[in-house]
């Protein structure tokens, strides 16, 4: 079954353990927490500090994203604060083999994604060592964008480089801009893991309801 992973990006900070509580009881799969620094993208967003908050509200995976320059530098600071996955971009990593080994010998397990401009062939070469692959569908820095449509050839590319190589348990995740409209072609395309963030926290209905239906649009039934 296709992953939900609620971003906290869009979520009540000032209530943010409840509203984590809330997409758990709601059945999400993960929490995907997204770490910004001001620097590769243009937001400031969270720390370990949230980080940890967020790790003692949740039994569910906690899904770090690390828009950072010099990950490296922090990967243990994520680590401590009990990320089950810790994702760096392609494009912050000179030694991106290095990198995904630091996190793995963290006990983490490590994921890679990239900008939507940036081609699949640079990440080639290190899925055979990652448990996760992510694919950006919007430019990172904010929530509530619109999804790339370019995303989906970009999806489907990446699960024909896994199936070739035979990574069965390679999770596709997909970021930015999934919402009851995109979501169906992301998973059709070959995503497992899909995130989002104002599609749930920002939902007129309520976070419950809002994982309901993005359940429903992602099976094809009518919402
Ligand atoms: C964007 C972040 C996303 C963001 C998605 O830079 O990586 O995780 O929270 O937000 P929505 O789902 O609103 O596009
Ligand atoms: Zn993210």
Known sequence: MVKIAPSILSADFGRLAEQVIEAEEAGADWIHVDVMDGSFVPNITIGPAVTEAVRSATALPVDVHLMIENPDQHLSAFADAGADYLTVHQETCVHLHRTIDAIRELGVKPGITLNPATPLNTIEDILSYVDLALVMSVNPGFGGQSFISSSIEK?????????????????????????????????????????????????????????????????????
């Open 155 to 223: 999806i489907n590319n990446l699960k024909g480089l896994i199936d070739q190589k035979g990574l069965k348990n390679l999770e596709i995740q997909v970021d930015g801009g999934i919402n009851l409209h995109t979501a169906g072609s992301a998973v059709s395309a070959g995503a497992t893991v899909l995130v989002a963030g104002s599609a749930i926290f920002g939902h007129p209905k309520g976070i419950s309801e809002a994982i309901r239906l993005l359940r429903k649009a992602v099976a094809g039934e009518p919402v």
